[in-house]
């Protein structure tokens, strides 16, 4: 047998185990039975930062950042096979990281342990990732939130598992940027702020047209570029951001802080499928924005007149049916009048229809001047309008009813020979016993509006 000290001290020592810990990708710590190092490769070294003069004879635990049978350990109880899992480390400067461990047992020819090989990969970014995106799947599946709230949990995930203090979105906006969203445990960036493209990172992003990452910007040709200048970012890495193939601006991460480590490729893809995922929000957000605007306008059809822009007859209808019941509660007064245009087809064969769809609108406004705010007003036929009147017993009525006729008769717009102008009948009754429904109170103004045509026109009748 060959102690473990001269396997690693002499040249025409254990070949097989000399193999192992130099040409192995992988950090290799080889200890002694008793877990003091004896042995390190190369790439032990550049993963701790300590040589293997530093570390001899020491335990295991140097290189631990909690006691060894931590609770991120999953060991195996038969010392014979190999203990597998993941382990808080540590690095000579202190920095903590999560380090995918194997424990292989070394053992003489009469299979008596005399130590241990284990192998370490820094797995600190992948577990981060998988951590990452786990919570990410939550946040975007999720019903609960809205889109603010999840843009802003995104930025979130992706400053912790950068190790930056803040993200944030920005749009473009000519030789600026705007933040749009933030993430800001320094609170140093407010929506709405405005950025000089060509004095920030993200401006910086948009310049190079790709993700741009750097740890430590002072120590980087990036310390010549203008924005390094305000003091703000020490570290950030950031990607152009895209909406439905268009350019929008960028997802940052930033600290004013250098970072103790460099960012990674694995960190690189990461801040692209973060921007990806923010791109795809802003377009699903702009696409409900876009439907609730159509619905918004097909809303406003169905219960605003184009022509005159004052209410339909089915929304003067609704809110007529809404009062009526109201009235009847309260006890309180409702009337309503039905207004007909005299001899309106005249004027459209007189001076044409686009003189009658002028005239139809300017009447409208001439009613609405009259009108207060809480009468429901809305264009019921070709020329025929109607008037709610909350409050209004029949001498109100009357009294709007006459005003009413007086502004319609003042209201005159360019015809094809000379001025356009018009006269109104108007029914108006104030709702009764005998009323059994608003339908019932408005044939009754309909009526009423018969007999004021009966008796000459221009005038206002009531019943």
């Given amino acids: 047998m060959i102690p473990l000290e001269r396997a690693f001290a002499e040249r025409d020592g254990n070949v097989l185990l000399r193999a192992a810990l130099h040409d192995s990708p992988d950090a290799v710590v080889v200890a002694d039975d008793d877990r003091r190092v004896v042995g390190l490769n190369e790439a032990a070294e550049q993963l701790f930062g300590w040589r293997l003069a530093d570390v001899v004879g020491r335990t295991l635990d140097v290189f631990h950042a909690e006691p060894a049978h931590g609770r991120d350990l999953e060991e195996s109880s038969d010392p014979g096979t190999a ?29 008596r342990s005399i130590g241990m090989l284990v192998t370490i990969r820094d797995v600190t970014n992948d577990r981060r990732t998988l951590r990452a995106m786990s919570e990410l799947y939550s946040v975007i599946s999720s019903r609960e939130l809205c889109y603010q709230d999840k843009v802003e949990r995104i930025l979130e995930i992706g400053a912790a598992t950068f190790g930056t203090s803040s993200g944030m979105v920005c749009r473009v906006d000519g030789e600026a940027v705007t933040v749009c969203h933030t993430y800001d445990g320094e609170q140093i960036y407010q929506p709405g702020q405005r950025l000089s493209a060509a004095r920030s990172f993200c401006g910086e992003v ?76 802003i377009a699903r957000e702009r696409d409900l924005q876009a439907l609730r605007a159509a619905h918004e306008r097909l809303r ?7 022509l005159t822009g004052v209410g339909s007859r089915r929304h003067f209808m609704d809110l007529a049916r ?142």
């Fill in 83 to 111: 203990g597998r899992g993941d382990r808080r480390l540590r690095r000579s400067g202190g920095e903590v990281f999560i380090g995918e461990t194997a424990e292989t047992p070394i053992c003489d020819d009469g299979g």
């Fill in 206 to 281: 948009l310049r190079r047209n790709t993700a741009v990452a750097c740890h430590h910007v002072g120590a980087s040709e990036l310390r010549h570029q203008p924005f390094y200048d305000d003091g703000l970012v020490e570290s950030g890495i950031g990607a152009p951001l895209n909406v439905d193939g268009e350019r929008f601006g960028t997802v940052s991460f930033l600290s004013p802080e250098p970072r103790a480590w460099p960012f990674s490729e694995q960190d690189v893809d990461f801040v692209r499928l973060l921007s990806e995922w923010i791109g795809n929000e």
């Fill in 322 to 463: 809404h009062d009526w019941e109201r009235t009847r509660r309260n006890g309180r007064p409702l009337s309503m009048l039905v207004v007909d245009l005299d001899h309106f087809r005249k004027v459209n064969e007189t001076h044409g229809h686009a003189a009658g769809d002028e005239l139809l609108a300017a009447v409208a406004g001439a009613c609405r001047r009259v009108l207060r705010a809480a009468d429901v007003f809305a264009r019921i036929g070709g020329e025929e309008f109607a008037v709610l009147l909350p409050e209004a017993g029949e001498e109100r009525a009357l009294e709007v009813a006459e005003r009413l006729r007086a502004a319609i008769g003042e209201v005159t717009v360019d015809g094809a020979d000379a001025g356009a102008s018009v006269t109104a009948s108007i029914g108006a009754v104030t709702a009764g016993e005998a009323d059994s429904d608003v339908r019932a109170l408005m044939a009754r103004a309909d009526e009423a509006l018969e007999r004021a045509k009966e008796r000459g026109r221009n005038r206002v009748e009531t019943i």
């Fill in 300 to 306: 406003a059809l169905a219960s605003t007149d184009e």
